[in-house]
């Protein structure tokens, strides 16, 4: 079964420690990204990466780092630092043309509640 | 700075009636527009991309470069348009960012 998955679907966490977030792709996709979605605030990019190896930092990516170590996992790690952690985190892939990313596809979510 | 704009929280319009749901952006190169959906319990998708230049469930968009516009329409509102529009951005670097978001709720 094709697709993106993210998990788990709920995550508690207590204040001060670390939590990361999974995110899988079996779409054979280049681009990867992790967004933050808030009421009212739309979805809000954290970090993105083009290529196995590399990521870029999107606009709201402090207090949360990212890897790429394989080109189907782009794991998202909340660290304490990040003031306001609880929300929807949201992953998704692309496919790559001529450096243009095209359809992205989205997993179902993850919501994260600090406690 | 890239951004896009989406002025409207929530859009209510009966069955039948016209629909737009305004989106403007900015971005100083070309840019690679995109409307996506979200119906209530399921994933966000795509529902169509300015370079393709297509109708999709009725739905259109016209990149407007003068006024930095990527407005989606549709002429006869349904019931199952309910849901939440999100206009997004790409360019070449592989960012893709996205509005705030509409909810469009279709009423009987």
């Known amino acids: 079964d094709g697709g993106i998955t993210q998990s788990p679907k709920y995550l508690f966490r207590k204040e001060g420690q670390n939590v990361t977030l999974s995110c899988e792709q079996n779409?054979?996709?280049?681009?990867m990204y992790w967004y933050r979605q808030d009421p009212g605030q739309g979805l809000r990019l954290i970090y993105y990466?083009?290529?196995?190896?590399?990521?870029q930092k999107g606009d709201i990516a402090e207090g949360y780092s990212v890897s790429r170590e394989k080109k189907e996992s782009f794991p998202l790690t909340v660290t304490s630092a990040q003031k306001n952690p609880t929300a929807f985190y949201l992953c998704?892939?692309?496919?790559?043309?001529?450096?243009?990313?095209?359809?992205?596809?989205f997993g179902q979510g993850t919501r994260l509640t600090v406690v | 700075a890239q951004r896009v704009t989406q002025p409207e929280k929530l859009l209510s319009v009966f069955k039948g009636a016209p629909v737009e749901l305004k989106c403007n952006y900015s971005?100083?190169?070309?840019?690679?527009l995109f409307w996506y959906v979200q119906y209530s319990r399921q994933r966000l998708q795509l529902l169509l991309r300015?370079?393709s230049r297509e109708s999709i469930k009725g739905f259109t968009a016209d990149l407007n470069k003068g006024e930095t516009s990527f407005h989606l329409k549709k002429p006869f509102a349904q019931e199952e348009d309910s849901a939440m529009y999100y206009c997004?951005?790409?360019?070449?670097?592989?960012?893709?960012?996205f509005g705030q978001g509409t909810t469009l709720q279709v009423k009987p």
């Open positions: 998704a892939s692309s496919p790559v043309r001529g450096g243009w990313n095209t359809e992205a596809f």
């Open positions: 779409l054979n996709h280049d681009a």
């Open positions: 990466s083009q290529i196995v190896n590399d990521f």
């Open positions: 971005y100083s190169g070309s840019p690679e």
């Open positions: 300015h370079i």
């Open positions: 997004a951005l790409g360019h070449n670097t592989g960012k893709l960012i």
